[in-house]
């Protein structure tokens, strides 16, 4: 019967239902039950591929290979391999077993139900990893396993070892080819389990190699004069650092001139990162292979050792560093007129805060006096700034003013959740950045000096319409797609700037956006309105920035660069990089949640930013986490989709809409899954 299907399938080119299978081949009752088990062993060993209820020959389909990334929402995605076409999405009952992480193939259509890309897995090529990481459970006294990575949510049978003993609900890692518990994690709202479980589940470095420590060790604290010699020495300038309160590694400073032209001079010097860490070393082996570091609340996993990271590259106040400085020439309408790079030797005399430093631009007394001698050269990097900014808003550069969630603890507990906002001392250090960022890349593009390229493509045609249909019901135009540029999103973005739907609006133009990546070739930064555009100014903590450190200085000394490795470190920098965000994001919201779970019965206030089949979308204000209220919540009505953007009540007619406001109540939440759900909060007998 094997012979006879695969013979069928290759000649029927659009594949055969069940139905029309058994009537090819002629089959009785009891027969179509072993060809049931005949098509599922096929599937199985990749012979036989299903797509919308019809069976095909693997070669008549079409087949992507890329790996898998599990969503906690019961759905995941495929990243086409060599970053070749959009996300493929998977829903869950077609995952065929796959786990975060994992090379499959996949059976693509290219529009699924919302215009996207859509398929299922039909096999896994190669497993992420064999250590996953989950929740214990049992059942009649029989012990399981639910992988966090298994969108399915399906309980695997687990081998006990003698010596573990864990109570259902603990988070574990168990051996993934033999079923077999490894090692018991602890409860998850024990605490250090949930960074535990991420860290296991994104495969994140915790430690190095003995190789890398024993080279980072090696070091001098030191710099002897050789070391000096060929370095332009800026030791005597008022050179600053201004980071956030809690940061360790200060890998840029800045300094500022007026010259006598009445041009701005600044002065943007890094961390000289190539300097110790040489291409081949087991320290550039570890840092590559981690791509970024990681940040959590309460721990981060740096790409380099702290010997390099803390120390010795940190460009830490009242101390001599090696650096690499970019030296800008401005003049009054922010026009960068000439440009130097230089290796450097520099001494901080600060080390500033953000909130320092904004506390000077705000005149407040106590702070002024106690860095008068800086107040000067601060505000005059204010006016530049933002000159730089102006520039680069009529460029129509995006600027998305999103809140971010700010974990206050007590204790060590969390006692409150603030929103984290950026002030205009953080807008000063992003816009000298920026601008240093763009004369390294714009420099190696002129000189044809092969480097990783940070690109941010422009969105999807189907995105930018979907977008435009969604502004115009707030009352805001935008041009036709093929017509559409940045600055006519920058300019709608301005137009709800204070306003209610400013939150909504944002998120809903920030969702329409591709990601940015490296990449070996140059396609432009959308977001920023660059031309050209490169990560230089992070080295400590972003591999790619230091391979473009030692780009600029082969370029530099008129030397060739190998271009060979490009693709293939622009594709692992940029999949390091999101799982790092993910990873982040992840326990962030983790840890949201379950500060919520405290909460429940309690009011909040949201906004709809998603209707679904499951009920409205709804975000909590101040909280950065959405739950679900239920169709069944809305109250006495029969409720359909007039569009995109409303449910009407067909009885009552009571609508909502996207972006609409709602007062709610926490009914549940589940921290583990990251779920929530809410009611609408009831004013009165019989109505909401």
Not at 78 to 86: F, H, I, K, T, W
Not at 173 to 201: H, N, Q
Not at 367 to 372: K, M, N
Request: positive net charge; contains cysteine.
């Amino acid at each position: 019967m094997d012979d006879q299907i695969l013979a069928l399938l290759q000649r029927k080119k659009e594949g055969l239902s069940f139905r029309m299978l058994a009537m090819e081949l002629h089959l009785s009752g009891r027969e179509k039950q072993i060809l049931k088990k005949r098509l599922k062993r096929l599937e199985g060993l990749g012979l036989v591929v299903s797509l919308k209820r019809r069976y095909l020959f693997p070669a008549r389909a079409k087949l992507v290979r890329g790996k898998f990334i599990a969503s906690l929402r019961g759905y995941g995605f495929v990243s086409p391999e060599a970053g070749l076409g959009e996300d493929i999405f998977i829903p869950g009952r077609y995952s065929g077993g796959a786990l975060n992480g994992d090379l499959v193939d996949v059976l693509c259509q290219e529009k699924g139900k919302k215009g996207k890309p859509e398929g299922r897995v039909v096999k896994v090529a190669r497993r992420a990893k064999q250590r996953i990481v989950g929740f214990y459970r049992e059942r009649f006294g029989q012990p399981f396993f639910l992988p966090i990575d298994s969108p399915t949510k399906e309980e695997i049978p687990l081998t006990l070892e003698k010596n573990l003993s864990p109570r259902p609900g603990m988070a574990v890692a168990v051996d993934r080819s033999k079923g077999r518990l490894i090692e018991v994690l602890g409860m998850p709202d024990e605490p250090g389990v949930d960074t535990r479980v991420v860290i296991e589940r994104y495969g994140l470095a915790s430690s190095f190699s003995e190789e890398a420590l024993g080279e980072a060790e090696s070091f001098s604290s030191e710099i002897s004069s050789e070391d000096k010699k060929a370095r332009k020495d800026y030791r005597r300038w008022l050179t600053v650092t201004i980071d956030g309160q809690n940061a360790q590694d200060f890998d840029d400073a800045v300094s500022i001139k007026k010259l006598a032209s009445g041009r701005f001079l600044l002065g943007v010097h890094i961390a000289d990162v190539s300097h110790y860490v040489r291409p081949g070393s087991s320290l550039d082996a570890e840092a590559f292979a981690r791509g970024t570091s990681v940040y959590f609340p309460d721990l981060t996993l740096p790409m380099l050792p702290e010997r390099l990271s803390n120390e010795l590259c940190s460009l830490r106040p009242r101390e001599e560093r090696l650096a690499f400085s970019v030296l800008m020439e401005i003049d009054e309408k922010g026009e960068t007129r000439r440009v130097e790079f230089h290796p450097s030797l520099i001494q901080t005399v600060e080390r500033m805060t953000y909130d320092s430093v904004y506390r000077i631009f705000e005149e407040d007394r106590e702070e002024r006096h106690r860095f008068s001698r800086l107040v000067p050269d601060l505000l005059l990097m204010r006016e530049l700034s933002r000159l730089l900014r102006k520039k680069r808003e009529m460029k129509g550069s995006l600027d998305f003013d999103l809140l971010e969630p700010e974990l206050v603890y007590k204790e060590g507990s969390i006692h409150s959740i603030l929103p984290f906002e950026r002030n205009e001392a953080h807008q000063l250090i992003e816009e000298f950045m920026v601008a240093a960022n763009e004369a390294v890349a714009s420099f190696l593009h002129q000189q044809r000096v092969p480097f990783l390229y940070r690109v941010h493509p422009p969105p999807a045609l189907p995105d930018l319409e979907s977008l435009r249909e969604m502004l115009a019901y707030f009352g805001l135009s935008l041009p036709l797609p093929k017509r559409m540029s940045s600055k006519d999103l920058q300019q709608a973005l301005n137009k709800v700037k204070g306003k209610p739907e400013e939150k909504f609006v944002s998120l809903q133009v920030l969702k329409s956006m591709r990601l940015a990546v490296y990449s070996d070739e140059n396609q432009g930064h959308y977001g920023l309105a660059k031309e050209f555009y490169a990560h230089f100014t992070s080295p400590i903590r972003r591999y790619p920035d230091l391979a473009v450190h030692r780009a600029l200085k082969r370029a530099l000394k008129k030397k060739s660069v190998d271009a060979s490795a490009l693709p293939a470190a622009a594709l692992h920098c940029s999949q390091q990089e999101r799982k790092a965000d993910e990873a982040e994001k992840e326990l962030m919201e983790w840890r949201i949640y379950r500060f919520l779970k405290g909460k429940l019965g309690e009011e909040f206030e949201g906004i709809i930013v998603d209707i679904t089949r499951a009920g409205l979308v709804v975000e909590l204000d101040n909280y950065f986490v959405d739950g679900i209220v239920p169709y069944a919540d809305l109250g006495g009505d029969y409720y359909f989709k007039k569009s995109d953007k409303t449910l009407v009540g067909r009885r009552l007619g009571r609508r909502f809409e996207l972006g609409q406001r709602l007062r709610v109540v926490l009914v549940s939440v589940d921290p583990i899954l990251r779920r929530m759900g809410l009611t609408l909060k009831q004013e009165g007998k019989g109505e909401f």
